[in-house]
């Protein structure tokens, strides 16, 4: 994307979503393409009717069944680590809620697996990015614990719920060198960022965050 372009989006962007760019490159988002694509996508209409009208604010707001959407500094920090350190490939994504980090990953990874085990949730997801034109996703109602179900190896595992484990699963489906992004809760909540190699995982960077609980089984719409 040329300058040119990036400066045309900001200046047809929200002024709420320009101060939220603005925001973020203050807090260390320094990505143009990613601070475009956010600066121009429609948040309000990924939150619960009621707060959209905070959509671009620094916080997390309800998506719906109990469920969140991360704060837009967190979205941005998880995608920036994918943008530095990751092959572009595949991303499998557990936890697609709203759609709204699924659409971000759509932009920049040739594919993206994601899964979801909220029935509502998921046909919300899916109906909103099929409508904006979103191509390069596949949808899964699954407890996404165990992974996706057929045998592809991933570039790129972004979990957007907490575990108190990592599901060996999700780990194993990962390709050497991968990236694993997930949340942790020690010694306290934050979200990190992991390269795979060989046996061993290389911790690239962690930052405060907090997520609901990754839950086990499934829940009919
Ligand atoms: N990334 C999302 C927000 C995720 S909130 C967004 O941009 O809106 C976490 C999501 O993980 C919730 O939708 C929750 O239902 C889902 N989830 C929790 N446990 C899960 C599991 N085992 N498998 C798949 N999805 C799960």
Not at 66 to 81: E, F, G, K, Y
Not at 190 to 205: D, F, M, P, T, V
Request: include cysteine.
């Amino acid at each position: 994307m040329s300058l040119h372009d990036l400066n045309w989006l900001i200046s047809h962007s929200e002024p709420k979503a320009t101060k939220m760019v603005k925001y973020l490159r203050e807090q260390g988002i320094s990505h143009d393409e990613l601070l475009a694509l956010m600066g121009s996508l429609p948040r309000h209409e990924f939150v619960e009717p009621a707060f959209s009208h905070l959509a671009y604010s620094a916080t997390s707001l309800p998506i719906g069944r109990n469920q969140t959407i991360s704060q837009p500094l967190t979205v941005a920090r998880m995608t920036q680590w994918l943008l530095t350190h990751a092959r572009l490939g595949r991303v499998l994504e557990i936890g697609t809620g709203s759609g709204y980090q699924t659409r971000i990953l759509a932009h920049f990874f040739n594919k993206v697996h994601t899964v979801e085990r909220q029935q509502w949730l998921y046909l919300q997801a899916k109906q909103r990015l099929l409508s904006m034109g979103v191509k390069n996703v596949e949808y899964l109602f699954a407890d996404g614990q165990t992974g996706w179900p057929h045998k592809v190896e991933m570039d790129a595992v972004i979990i957007t719920a907490m575990a108190s484990k990592i599901p060996l699963a999700l780990t194993g489906c990962l390709k050497q060198q991968g990236i694993l992004i997930m949340p942790i809760d020690h010694p306290s909540p934050q979200i990190g960022c992991w390269r795979k190699e060989g046996e061993r995982w290389k911790c690239l960077g962690t930052e405060p965050a907090f997520f609901v609980p990754l839950l086990e089984g499934l829940e009919h719409a």
